[in-house]
């Protein structure tokens, strides 16, 4: 080193009590005085212990110091979501009336944002599960519902792309239960809404040409996970999509009937859209989908509380649900957040204060027809937010436990009693688009949903 980089000043020489006489001495100082060695007993630092050994760490130490390498800062630490990083924007209406075979009372909500026309496609009334597409206008912030800007009439009027594919319906799925815009296609997650012997096997067709809804509809395919697998769709942020390996998740929770088919929690698989999109891709043929976190019934619920509730005929009040997960609660949507660590789910539940009972007569004299609250206004909408890191490194899929959860209170909601139905992300915009079931009713009979949007700035 001394020859190499040319030292030649000594300093005052003298510097190691243990080099005195060492015919390496001068060097030795030559190399204290450039600041390459700073002797061997911290703080002191007046012996150079010449007869040890040289480690790798030293030698890295000794290189840098010569080279004058700058220090390495470590990058920050990828940041986790807080819920009020969700800023809430103003919310507006969608144009109600019966377009095409269907209209958006009662409306199942599954949203998907399209970049293309800056629209949404909405699933509507339940009894149809259509989809139309909708013009996103500017949202408002009135107080009075009837007061809030209002849709024009859909880019596309709603049709029943689930009777839609060539092979039929093989499973008689009545239910969409996510929707995503990619590559100009529509691709689109379906169930049954009592699949009472969980046997259903598709779960997804593509709708090629997203402004032709209804032509030339491929499909139903068979995801992996099945109904495990087959709901909310959303884009895996760069950052993240070779870790994951895979460009786009896919998940669902437990939202309908027969609890023991689903993940029950909100589970992310990863998949690729080429898969689906795929020419060669028939109908009946399995898509490849792997599981990063997935609460099955039996391997693994999301808390030991998961499925519990008062038997029918038990006059309640009963015991408080379990505030992680519990009957009532429903994942409707799932993304990763850009800029974070943090996959946001949110959607519903309820029970927190006074239980849940099979068919319980409520406090206000309601008898459910099947799991409820005791208390008739114990539902809310809610929150679930997990950190990658912890879902990449758990043991199993059914390890991972979210990091924050609880009651999430957005505008309009009424206490919570107007439910998250369906939402969808805009990534280049950095918007959350969210349909709050009923929501929008300004009328006797009307129940259509109205859209929230919120700006993700964490």
Known sequence: LVRGFGYTDTGEGGLFADTTGS???????????????????PPENDRFCPDEL????????????????????????????????????????????????????????????????DSLFIVGHANQSAVAEYPIPEAGMQAA????PESADPLQVFVDVLAATSDGNPDSLDRITGMMVVDGALIVNAETWYDAPADNT???????????????VGGFFRLDGAVHAGGYMSPIPAAYQETFGAGYLTGWSSVYSIVSRYSVGPSLWTFEPADLLDPGLSPGDSVTATAFMNFGFSEGRLGDRAVEYAPQGQAGPFEPASPLWNILSRGRYGFIVPGTRTFAVIGSSGGLENGIGYKAVQDDGNVCGGPCPYTAGDSYNYYWLFDIDEILGADNVYGPRPYDYGKWS?????????????????????????????????????????????????
Do not use: H, W
């Not at 080279?67 to 807080?82: C, K």
């Not at 009424?414 to 929501?439: C, S």
């Open 23 to 41: 015919i390496f001495g001068s060097d030795i100082d030559k190399l204290a005085t450039a600041g390459v060695t700073k002797g061997c007993n």
């Open 54 to 117: 040289v480690l790798r760490d030293q030698m890295a130490s000794f290189l840098a110091r010569a080279l004058g390498l700058p220090a390495i800062v470590p990058p920050p630490a990828t940041p986790l979501m807080a819920i009020e990083d969700l800023a809430f924007t103003g919310a507006f209406r969608l144009k109600n009336g019966d377009f095409g075979v269907s209209n958006i009372n009662y409306a199942v909500g599954a949203l998907a944002y399209n970049p293309i026309n």
């Open 145 to 148: 519902v009837a007061d809030l």
């Open 202 to 216: 598709y779960t997804t067709l593509v709708v090629p040409d997203a402004d032709n809804l209804g032509a030339n």
């Open 410 to 458: 957005v505008p309009y909601d009424d206490g919570g009693a107007n439910k998250v139905i369906g939402a969808t992300f805009d990534p280049a915009g950095g918007v959350l688009y969210v349909a709050l079931g009923d929501a929008a009713q300004v009328g006797t009979y009307d129940r259509p949903p109205l859209i929230l949007t919120f700006q993700v700035s964490p």
